[in-house]
Antibody, heavy 126, light 107 residues
Framework: QVQVVESGGGVDQPGRSLRLSCAASGFSFRSYGMHWVRQAPGKGLEWVAVIWHDGSNKYYADSVKGRFTISRDNSKNTLYLQMNSLRGDDTAVYHC???????????????????WGKGTTVTVSS | DIQMTQSPSSLSASVGDRVTITCQASQDIRNYLNWYQQKPGTAPKLLIYDASNLETGVPSRFSGSGSGTDFTFTISSLQPEDIATYYCQQYDNLPLTFGGGTKVETK
């Protein structure tokens, strides 16, 4: 069964750090790009970060750039999101998602997210 | 960044009605547009990719069209299980961006 399962969420204070994990199973994890997408309470979807299938490229939303780091361990079929300098507006459900990808000029580029996890909740509050 | 403007933000329709949602991009995104469905408390689900391609296993009452800056998502005959929030998402350029969502409810 193709699935991704997030973990690591919790309650933390502003300025602290948290690391989220996303365990993938049922597919060749090393062949797919992966995303983090978040959803604040009562709000819409916000893309956070993407990492290429081999970890060669990473991109971030401006709202998290310099504070969050996306990484992956293909030997463990696991995606990570290191979240530093947490702020109140980081409070959200964080989903990881698989990207099917496409080749543009012989280079992989993210496209659509076809497998999503249920998410892990991060609450930043003093 | 490419801005995605979805409308309406919410709508109420009867079972069997045709439902249409629009998504407008702030610049030409070719056909690099996807549609997702999210039911309360669950993960989003991919319905349509590349503006008009139906994801495997998705009922044929869902469809999408458009290119450039203007896109349309249609449910040909609304079913009770279609009650959800729908999002468009562009992938013409990074950062990937989503529309604000359209909440579909039944009358």
């Amino acid at each position: 069964q193709v699935q991704v399962v997030e973990s690591g969420g919790g309650v933390d204070q502003p300025g602290r750090s948290l690391r989220l994990s996303c365990a993938a199973s049922g597919f060749s994890f090393r062949s797919y790009g992966m995303h983090w997408v978040r959803q604040a309470p009562g709000k819409g979807l916000e893309w956070v970060a993407v990492i290429w299938h081999d970890g060669s490229n990473k991109y971030y939303a401006d709202s998290v750039k310099g504070r969050f780091t996306i990484s992956r361990d293909n030997s463990k079929n696991t995606l990570y999101l290191q979240m530093n300098s947490l702020r109140g507006d980081d409070t959200a459900v964080y989903h990881c998602a698989r990207d099917r990808g496409v080749l543009r000029s012989l280079e992989w580029f993210p496209t659509y997210m076809d497998v999503w996890g249920k998410g892990t909740t991060v609450t930043v509050s003093s | 960044d490419i801005q995605m403007t979805q409308s309406p933000s919410s709508l109420s329709a009867s079972v069997g009605d045709r439902v249409t949602i629009t998504c407008q991009a702030s610049q030409d995104i070719r056909n690099y547009l996807n549609w997702y469905q999210q039911k309360p408390g669950t993960a989003p689900k991919l319905l349509i990719y590349d503006a008009s391609n139906l994801e495997t296993g998705v009922p044929s009452r869902f469809s999408g069209s458009g290119s450039g800056t203007d896109f349309t998502f249609t449910i040909s005959s609304l079913q009770p299980e279609d009650i959800a929030t729908y999002y468009c998402q562009q992938y013409d350029n990074l950062p990937l961006t989503f529309g604000g969502g359209t909440k579909v409810e039944t009358k």
